[in-house]
């Protein structure tokens, strides 16, 4: 009979720990948080010193049963929620749920899911971290009082179902920033110029204006450009001076949370959400077959490069005997934490670099398997030498104008030999009969124009990016804070890059005019460095509670009273009325969008807000496919005449059409294949993969 109790957050990973820890111990899942702040009150005493009131989350009760009863049946109690400060807090719950001595060493954290990292764990568990407790409380009770006030107002301003929060609203600031950015742009002309040159040997090569007098230049017009051609005829084209030289290019540090989905985003087209949810299906543990289920990756929330000792010592060892030793930096690299990172844990990196892979293919669907051969390259390759190229630079003058021709060639790949993620540049050959002093025939002038282009829109790893650069945030709300500004309509998705909306630019110039703090960048970053200080001991949380909420409870009392209230422009849709005829508008009520006629009262007719998927149905003439719910909540796609016709599928239709038939394809994604690509015809049994249907296309 077991004697001990492991309590995890989640089934897939209690089945890897069980599968490491033998007949003495039963492990349980908590299924994520148990106790929470309730849902349908502030739940913060503001007047008690900001004490948080707790209820056992609705639904939970069972699982807390069966917590209770396991505990009471097992000597020890080990808390192995993930170890981070919502994994902490999950703990400080637990324990006290369970009724756990305040100081007993109950705690177990491990940063990856391993024999050896779990036996670890078990032999040195410790007490619960109050300061890390504290640092989540804050932050979730300051999170609350933003979210909790502000929205009410914005309801009551603006309209239903807005919400505010102290990171997303940042997060849309930034957004209308760079439109505004856009729409104040003027573009300026400029023009530049290049020349076709010639060897004596016939081999041609492009040269591009460089200096004018030996300074910099700038060429705004056509005319401008046409009198110095006219000039640089009238010379010759003299080589002035050959420079070679060797340059490196090192490879990037291990991959942190943002950093990973930034590169997943760029090379994998995953959305941030997307990201988190396949690396945390690899962090817990998956079916390797012989191996049995086994935990692919470290910890995925983490800002950290650093590596273990064991890990550094793994990978020298295998880059050695798979590329050779000039592969392999005669000292472990060392990467500079970034400024303002907790650097709690571990970068992102396999827990077993020798499990490549090719090794792991067949045991993982398609997704899984393209984010963990990034992880395992991009970590493989940060312990990998620099890749050399040999650079050469040739000036030419003609006249007081001087030309540079350049070009590159790789003379040792380095870590290159792994990454196939990154951008390689191609090598480029200069003529090999260059000599300095000698001349090279003009063949043509190549005057070209150009404008000055608007900064670009952000797209999700930018602005990932930007949020960990300006200290916005932690790792953890990078993916939910991305989805909550588009679930909220304060931003939709153009292509890849994000366009705020007319009602995100409303709520974000309210907030800016009457809640400056809560949207300024610097107070912001600011409070995060506040949350760490509390972990680190150094800051009391009810303290920070009291600076930001009294000040911000003044300014949301004067808004009440000041704040103009916003009727946003109504959204009229094509859809007609069959009632009076007028074409119907979006309205937003308690469960969301639905379409009205803006012919109320006299006329009341309402229809369900349908999004139209961009194809036609393949059973009538008419009808387009939609996105409906079923009675249980499950999303599925029928045709927009139902029920005159019946037509349904359950996976998710895209543009693109079958090669075989015709018909639209279906996006279907599992946990065992990945993403597919199946033809929305029954009796047509085509099949492919997005990286199958691009490199067709």
């Not at 009471?72 to 324990?95: C, Q, V, Y």
């Not at 239709?653 to 929305?680: D, S, V």
Request: glycine share 6%; hydrophobic share 30%; aromatic share 8%.
């Amino acid at each position: 009979m077991a004697e001990n109790l492991v309590i995890v957050e989640s089934p897939a990973k209690a089945k890897t720990i069980n599968k490491f820890l033998g007949k003495d111990f039963n492990v349980e899942a908590s299924m994520g948080h148990v106790i929470d702040l309730p849902k349908s009150q502030l739940g913060i005493n503001v007047e008690e010193e900001f004490e948080p009131k707790y209820i056992t989350i609705r639904g939970k009760g069972d699982v807390l049963k069966k917590l209770r009863k396991a505990a009471k049946k097992n000597d020890n109690i080990f808390l192995a929620t993930d170890p981070d400060r919502e994994g902490e807090a999950i703990s400080w719950h637990l324990s006290r749920a369970l009724k756990l001595d305040n100081e007993s060493k109950c705690r177990i954290e491990f940063n990856e899911i391993t024999e050896n990292a779990i036996q670890q764990a078990i032999e040195n568990p410790r007490s619960i971290d109050h300061d890390r407790v504290d640092a989540q409380q804050a932050r979730r009770l300051l999170d609350r009082l933003v979210g909790y006030k502000l929205s009410p107002l914005l309801w009551k301003k603006v309209r239903r179902g807005l919400s505010a929060g102290r990171v997303q609203s940042v997060a849309v600031k930034i957004i209308c920033q760079r439109e505004k950015e856009i729409e104040d742009f003027e573009p300026e002309e400029y023009w530049s110029l290049a020349v076709d040159l010639q060897t004596e040997s016939k081999q041609q090569f492009e040269a591009k204006l460089h200096r004018i007098n030996n300074k910099k230049f700038k060429l705004s017009n056509k005319k401008e450009t046409d009198e110095v051609i006219a000039e640089a005829k009238k010379n010759g084209f003299t080589i002035n001076k050959i420079k070679e030289r060797k340059r490196r290019n090192n490879p990037a540090p291990p991959l942190t949370t943002s950093s990973l989905q930034q590169r997943a985003a760029s090379s994998l087209n995953f959305s941030a959400k997307k990201t988190m949810f396949i690396a945390q299906q690899l962090y817990e543990g998956l079916d390797l077959g012989p191996e049995g289920t086994v935990g692919l990756i470290t910890y995925i929330r983490t800002d950290s490069t650093r590596i273990s000792k064991e890990a550094e010592q793994d990978t020298r060892k295998f880059i050695e005997d798979n590329f050779g030793s000039k592969y392999r930096p005669k000292e472990a690299k060392k990467y500079k934490v970034k400024s303002g990172a907790q650097d709690a844990h571990e970068a992102i990196r396999p827990t077993s670099v020798f499990r490549t892979p090719k090794k792991v293919k067949n045991y993982l669907n398609n997704d899984q398997y393209r984010l963990y051969k990034l992880i395992w390259e991009k970590f493989v390759a940060s312990q990998m030498s620099p890749a050399i190229y040999k650079t050469l630079s040739v000036n030419i003058e003609a006249g007081d104008y001087l030309f540079r021709a350049t070009g590159s060639r790789t003379l040792f790949k380095g870590y290159l030999a792994v990454d196939t993620f990154k951008n390689r540049k191609q090598d480029k050959d200069l003529p090999d009969d260059l000599e300095e002093g000698t001349e090279v025939e003009l063949m043509k002038f190549k005057p070209k124009q150009h404008f000055t282009k608007p900064p670009a829109r952000y797209t999700e790893a930018k602005l990932v990016k930007t949020l960990e650069k300006k200290g916005i945030g932690r790792p953890s709300t990078y993916a939910p804070t991305v989805g909550t500004i588009q679930d909220r309509g304060y931003v939709n998705k153009e292509g890849k890059r994000f366009v705020p909306t007319e009602l995100g630019k409303t709520v974000n110039h309210l907030l800016n005019e009457h809640f400056p703090n809560v949207t300024d960048i610097e107070f912001t970053a600011k409070l995060e460095q506040q949350l760490d200080d509390i972990e680190k001991g150094e800051e009391d949380w009810r303290e920070i509670l009291k600076d930001f909420y009294f000040p911000f409870k003044d300014r949301l009392d004067s808004a009440y009273e000041n704040m103009e209230e916003v009727e946003l422009e109504k959204e009229v849709t094509d859809e007609v009325c069959e009632k009076c005829g007028k074409n119907m508008i979006v309205k937003h009520g308690k469960y969301g969008k639905f379409l009205a006629c803006p012919g109320f009262p006299d006329c009341k007719n309402t229809k369900p807000y349908l999004i139209k998927m961009g194809v036609g149905c393949i059973e009538c003439e008419d009808g387009e496919v939609v996105q409906r719910k079923s009675k249980k909540g499950r999303t599925f796609y029928g045709c927009s005449n139902y029920p005159d016709c019946e037509f349904m599928i359950w996976y998710k239709p895209i543009e693109e059409k079958c090669p075989e038939c015709g018909a639209f394809l279906m996006e279907k994604t599992t946990k065992k294949r990945g993403t597919e690509y199946l033809c929305a015809n029954e009796e047509c049994d085509f099949k492919t993969t997005p990286e199958q249907l691009e490199t067709e296309a």
